[in-house]
Nanobody, 117 residues
Framework: QVQLVESGGGLVQPGGSLRLSCAVS????????MGWYRQAPGSARDLVAT???????LYADSVKGRFTISRDNAKNTLYLQMNSLKPEDTAVYYC???????????WGQGTQVTVSS
């Protein structure tokens, strides 16, 4: 069983930066890709960025050039560096781990990011 615990959210002014972390434990061998998703009030949960076990990355158009996804395998941690934040980036951010062979998606509990002056 994979457990994901996010941290690093908070309140930041427009133009500021935050770094989200996702600590991964349990069943790591089954994970083939990880990612960040976000959900604003009244909206669906949308993909922000993903990274595969081979370090291939994918970003939503709205965050390209501002956000960077990375992973530290030694620390079993996934990161999302968010720069030049905008009010429309305000959402709950969720960490995801996909074990495609098993057909299972794991989710963290989410961390709130609020961009406001």
């Amino acid at each position: 069983q994979v457990q994901l615990v996010e941290s690093g959210g908070g309140l930041v002014q427009p133009g500021g930066s935050l770094r989200l972390s996702c600590a991964v434990s349990g069943g790591i061998f089954s994970i083939n890709s990880m990612g960040w998703y976000r959900q604003a009030p009244g909206s669906a949960r949308d993909l922000v960025a993903t990274i595969t076990s081979g370090n291939s990355t994918l970003y939503a158009d709205s965050v390209k050039g501002r956000f960077t996804i990375s992973r530290d395998n030694a620390k079993n941690t996934l990161y999302l560096q968010m720069n030049s934040l905008k009010p429309e980036d305000t959402a709950v951010y969720y960490c995801n781990a996909a074990a495609s062979i098993l057909g299972i998606d794991y989710w963290g509990q989410g961390t709130q990011v609020t961009v406001s002056s």
